[in-house]
């Protein structure tokens, strides 16, 4: 068990010792014991404990939530332990967010599952915190734009548009769009387009919950994106944005670049390929094939093995030569190995070709031969140049000019002989300027120089000792450095050679690119909000993300070479493997392009809810399986919350007082039972139907219906709310009045109305009447013996009966130019103009009882007011009574304070009995403990601990009840039944318990001998009537008679001994429950002649006797 420190504050020492010594039982440590609040604030900042147990009334200055209070910043959960159950301070006691409540006397069981509870739920809360915030950094600190957006339907409910609801600071970077500026708006009025972008993709992901993703140009803003769409819940969706313009960019350029080099290769004949030393591998272009006559297709790809390439492109006789030049490749130790040599290749149809063939090597970084990548140069025209030299010139330099490439010629000086055009639109240099005048090296950067000059100097001793090809950096005219890759070729017969050279600037730069976005994209999976994995089609993991070791809780070491079926609960396995099995022989996976949920299993073997989605992919003809996982462990808990939000709104619908309509195009959709009780209509003649259609033609003031309600509809829409009074017609043509209230509402991206009606006829009709009494009521006005007034709503006096005279005298003809506040005493006038103002809004009632007479003088009086409304709603005026209730006021306050001091006594008096009756309990608590092995001792403890807590809870139930003299007897028999099966260690699997007591109060004369009687009766059943496990029921039954209640105890237990006599018991439950029933005036009878024992006791609810006359009075 790991090591808990529990902080006790407690005031009452034997309390406090007993709860150590039960904590400690429990294996928990208790490292002190305050006794005030002070110290309590104090060792709590030293100690820092893992809960803190502590009582709410304590000695000092400040009491257990003061205390709470002060500590709130240490996160330390709180129990408290009280005998003070009362409203007030429990409603205090909330404030402090506490982590349970146990009321004394407490049960050491009940305590146990409280302090685990508090443990458990703390931990889990501070680890849903650290997720908050890890989670909230990921969304703030991702790379790809994120973004999450609504559905806009029509009235044919067709997705029309879209709603941005939220962005992260990624998407403001990559869509260069502030936030502050899209929230909430519509995508068409965003991007300015006529219709939402992709609104048919993203329509379909928001209402099937299917994910997917796409490439796309966004021509808004001249981008390229990469966008990946998923479904949180039904009409809405999530893009992730990834920019990736640079990289289309540098596509499209390395395929233009690519298309000249191919043409240039082509123009020049030459054909490219590369070997892969390690898999034996020759990869051949297009050219290469074109050289030999066939093509890729007829040669199965543009692969081979190096005996494949002799066997079919290399005569027998030079087989020999090939293969000893490719082992002189691979063996060199000289990184800049290269060789070049004329060689035969048979052509397809079977014509002989003569190549130059030139070999170059890349090694790793041990020096050994990877990669040998070479370039075969179809000479055989060359071979017949030489031989017709003369004849061939004008060809030659035909080809030169026009090849396509950068060409020159220079001689074993460096001499620039000849140069082609496309050498100098590369260099920027004439003819005139360079032939002649300028070495080749002189366009070389400083840097590849010395590089260049000493292959040159060692192909004028040996041509074959030094790379024909390779990588250089030239200077052209304007300063622009290039990259290029030259060849060099001698010219046969003469100290001449040829240099070709092919700009491959843009290439590098797209190579270093596709290098930077590899990184980019390893980096954006490692970091990706979702879990990622790769397995074989065997089920061995082959790549895993940081999240999904996060989400599971392994390290990396611990899932390498592991089985996906590591993560899934046992009960999914072996359906995997038939999944994978299936996949072998029909090459069909059922979870392959689907998102589905299911369950994951963590390190620690907890299991959690994730969303999965599975994608197959094939590389060298093996097969792969990555799949995409999002915890949706919250998603699932809100779901769960809005199913429960949804039910209590459906309850509350149909059950309102008021009458509910919704509205969508200014007709009924949907209304509650109230609503048809108002109508007196059946859902079919309201439902589709519009409010004009159940009313008049025109409304009381005058403006017609249909005018006027498309009015009030139209500012609802709007935004506005509205509330009226109008005028209804029942379908039977029956009128009624009403006070309507409308609000818009949005739902599923809809506006609709909702509207509430409450039926106010009753109240017009009374206004009716009493404008018809107004005259009987001025014939009354002067003849009552208290003082009317009427004011208007500024609360100036407009008239008085004669009784105001004699009250404040004041002539009437003097009050009706006075104001109310002329009426009160000086230092309450401005309670009574602030009280005025929210009475006449009809906030509030009104009584002034200081009021100020002529003399200067105050009298207390008792002023009754009612507000007189317009038919708008509005105020027009007040009418008053105002009675002298000096007298009164002084017989009231002595009464209240004589109440006041009775009942605090009282409830104090209960309060120390409960708090002595919890000193007994513990004091009884620690002697068990010292009984050692002494059961008979220890049973005789117990059933003396229940004994008090029956009594005790009698107290606590006066104290919190309004009435101190009697309390709920059902509430009590709960509390004080599942007390006793916690104490006797039994559940309600082996003994089911049925309670039935009416909604009876006792006072405490009747409530304490029986609640006496129910523990002793239900201690014996639960002690004696299930031995060694036996299950079985226990019933209680209270119910009230005219004459007599009747209590029923029985189990269907082992039942009594035959020999028991209950009038003559020896043992003291009995004898104790005897003198209860007498000490009730009732009477009891055992039935043992059905299964088990039923105890049968009637008795009247005895006379409340007065304890407190003497002493309170």
Not at 318 to 339: F, G, H, M
Not at 858 to 866: D, E, M, P, R
Not at 893 to 917: A, C, F
Request: aromatic share 10%.
């Amino acid at each position: 068990m790991e090591e808990v420190k529990i902080l006790i504050v407690e005031d009452e020492s034997i309390e406090s010792m007993d709860i150590k010594s039960t904590l400690e039982s429990f294996g928990y440590i208790v490292p002190y014991v305050a006794s005030s609040g002070h110290e309590a604030v104090e060792k709590a900042l030293k100690i820092l404990p893992d809960l803190i147990l502590m009582d709410i009334a304590l000695k000092g200055d400040i009491d257990g939530i003061e205390v709470a209070n002060n500590i709130k910043d240490l996160n330390i959960p709180i129990i408290y332990l009280t005998a003070n159950s009362e409203d007030s301070t429990i409603e205090r006691a909330k404030l402090t967010e506490p982590a349970g409540y146990i009321i004394k006397p407490y049960d050491p069981t009940e305590l146990k599952y409280a302090i685990e509870l508090a443990l458990y739920k703390n931990k889990m809360e501070n680890k849903l915190k650290k997720s908050e915030r890890e989670y909230r950094n990921l969304y703030n600190s991702m790379n790809e734009g994120l973004a999450v957006h609504k559905l806009i339907y029509n009235q044919e409910k067709v997705p029309v548009d879209y709603k941005i609801l939220n962005i992260n600071p990624a998407f403001e970077k990559v869509l260069g769009i502030k936030k502050e500026e899209i929230i909430g708006k519509k995508a068409t009025v965003v991007y300015k387009t006529e219709k939402a972008p992709y609104l048919d993709i993203y329509a379909r992901v928001a209402e099937t919950g299917t994910p997917t993703k796409f490439e796309t140009y966004f021509e808004p803003m001249d981008k390229y994106f990469t966008i990946s769409v998923f479904s949180p819940s039904p009409g809405v969706f999530a893009t992730v944005f990834e920019d990736i313009t640079i990289e289309k960019r540098v596509i499209e350029e390395l395929e233009s670049v690519q298309e000249r080099l191919n043409l240039g290769m082509d123009i020049a004949s030459l054909a490219y390929w590369e070997y892969d030393v390690e898999n034996d591998a020759f990869t051949f272009n297009d050219q290469f094939y074109k050289l030999c006559s066939t093509s890729s297709q007829k040669e199965g790809g543009y692969q081979m093995s190096s005996q494949e390439y002799i066997d079919r492109f290399i005569p027998p006789e030079e087989a020999v030569l090939v293969e000893e030049e490719i082992v002189k490749a691979i063996e060199t130790d000289d990184p800049q190995y290269s060789s070049t040599i004329q060689q035969t290749i048979l052509r397809a149809d079977g014509e002989k070709r003569i190549m130059l063939v030139r070999y170059l090597v890349v090694k790793d970084e041990n020096g050994q031969t990877i990669q040998i990548k070479g370039v075969h140069q179809d000479i055989t025209g060359l071979k017949e140049a030489e031989k017709n030299l003369a004849m061939s010139e004008s060809k030659y330099r035909a080809l030169f000019e026009n090849s396509g490439i950068p060409l020159l010629k220079f001689n074993d000086d460096g001499l620039i002989l000849m140069v082609n055009s496309e050498w100098e639109r590369m260099s920027g240099y004439s003819q005139e300027e360079v032939i002649g005048k300028m070495k080749w090296i002189d366009f070389v950067h400083p840097d590849y120089q010395k590089m260049m000059l000493k292959y040159h100097q060692q192909r004028l001793i040996e041509s074959d000792s030094v790379p024909t090809k390779y990588e250089s950096v030239f200077i052209n005219k304007d300063g622009t450095t290039l990259n290029m890759y030259v060849t060099i070729s001698p010219l046969p017969g003469t100290k001449k050679w040829l240099a070709s050279v092919l700009d491959i600037t843009d290439l590098k730069h797209a190579q270093k690119s596709l290098e930077r976005n590899a990184l980019r994209f390893r980096a954006l999976a490692e970091y990706a909000i979702d879990g990622i994995i790769t397995t074989d089609a065997d089920g061995n993991i082959l790549y895993f993300n940081k999240t999904l070791l996060e989400m599971f809780d392994y390290n990396e070491g611990e899932l390498e070479g592991a089985k996906i079926t590591t993560l899934m609960p046992e009960r999914y396995r072996d359906k995997l493997y038939d999944t994978l099995n299936t996949f072998r022989i029909t090459g069909e996976h059922r979870l392959v392009g689907r998102t589905i949920e299911t369950f994951g299993l963590k390190k620690g073997g907890d299991e959690f809810p994730f969303e999965m989605s599975l994608t197959k992919w094939e590389f060298e003809e093996e097969v792969y399986f990555t799949s995409i996982i999002r915890d949706i462990s919250e998603r699932k808990e809100a779901e769960n919350a809005l199913k429960i939000s949804e039910e209590k709104y459906k309850a509350l619908f149909d059950n309102a007082s008021d009458g509910i309509f919704l509205m969508e195009n200014g007709r009924f959709v949907e209304c509650n039972k109230k609503a048809l009780e108002i109508f007196s209509a059946t859902r079919d003649q309201i439902i589709g139907l519009t409010p004009v259609d159940f009313s008049p033609d025109k409304q009381p003031d005058g403006q017609k219906s249909e005018e006027k309600a498309m009015e009030l509809i139209n500012q609802t829409l709007q935004g506005n709310p509205q509330y009226f009074e109008w005028t209804h017609l029942q379908p039977t043509g029956k009128s009624f009045y009403a006070e309507i209230s409308l609000n818009r509402l949005e739902i599923k991206g809809k506006y609709l109305i909702q509207a509430i009606v409450r039926d106010v006829t009753e109240r017009k009709e009374a206004e009716e009447k009493l404008k018809e009494s107004r005259e009987q009521i001025n014939a009354i006005f002067n003849t009552v013996m208290s003082g009317l007034v009427l004011f208007d709503h500024k609360g100036d006096i407009k008239f008085v009966n004669k009784h105001m005279t004699t009250l404040f005298g004041y002539e009437p003809s003097e009050l009706t130019k006075m104001n109310y506040l002329d009426l009160i005493s000086p230092e309450e006038k401005d309670i009574a103009r602030r009280s005025w103002q929210k009475f006449i809004k009809g906030d509030i009632e009104v009584n002034f009882e200081r009021l100020y007479q002529r003399d200067g003088s105050n009298f207390w009086g008792h002023l009754s007011a009612k507000r007189i409304v317009n038919e708008d709603g509005s105020s027009k005026g007040v009418i008053a009574s105002i009675t002298d209730i000096s007298e009164l006021k002084k017989a009231k306050d002595d009464l209240i304070n004589s109440l006041n001091e009775k009942e605090v006594l009282l409830r104090e008096i209960h309060h120390r009995v409960n708090n002595n009756m919890q000193i007994i309990y513990s004091l009884l608590n620690l002697e068990s403990k010292e009984a050692d092995d002494d059961e008979q001792a220890i049973k005789i403890l117990k059933r003396s601990q229940n004994r008090v807590k029956s009594m005790a809870m009698i107290h606590e139930k006066l104290y919190q009840s309004k009435d101190l003299t009697r309390i709920n007897i059902s509430d009590y028999i709960h509390r004080l039944v599942t007390d006793l099966y916690y104490s006797y260690s039994m559940s309600t699997k082996q003994v089911n318990l049925v309670i039935d007591v009416d909604d009876l109060k006792l006072n405490i004369e009747t409530a304490v001998p029986c609640g006496l009687i129910i523990s002793e009766l239900v201690s014996n059943s639960l002690q004696y009537a299930f031995p060694n496990g036996r299950k079985g029921e226990m019933n209680i039954s209270l119910k009230a008679g005219p004459e007599f209640n009747e209590l029923i105890i029985n189990d269907d237990g082992i039942g009594f001994p035959e020999k028991i006599d209950l009038e003559n018991a020896e043992t003291l439950g009995l004898q104790l429950v005897n003198n209860l029933v007498k000490q009730l005036d009732g009477e009891i009878t055992l039935d043992k002649s059905n299964k088990g024992t039923s105890f049968k006791i009637r008795f009247k609810e005895l006379e409340y006797k007065e304890r407190f006359n003497s002493c309170l009075s």
